[in-house]
């Protein structure tokens, strides 16, 4: 998860993901983000994320964020 962590920080700088719970209900997060973090996800951690996965409780934090991702590289093993 620290290689997931350090992609966030370097994506938002100004946003403490470990505190934050709620990045896309407070607008932490905008779609703009979303897609920019998916794209980086799919590059570092060689997963796709599929369309309907692209949803606010799959980005809200940074828990959710890594529960996605271990879902997701679990569907592809």
């Known amino acids: 998860m620290e290689e997931f962590m350090e992609l966030l ?36 951690f060689g997963i796709e994320v599929p369309a309907e ?3 606010p409780e799959n980005f809200n934090s940074a828990k959710d964020m890594w529960r996605l991702l271990e879902q997701l590289k679990g569907e592809d093993a």
């Open 53 to 55: 996965e692209i949803v």
């Open 9 to 44: 920080t370097a994506l938002k700088p100004e946003i403490d993901f470990e505190r934050e719970q709620e990045l896309i209900d407070d607008g932490l997060l905008e779609s703009f983000d979303v897609i920019t973090l998916i794209a980086e996800i799919e590059d570092q």
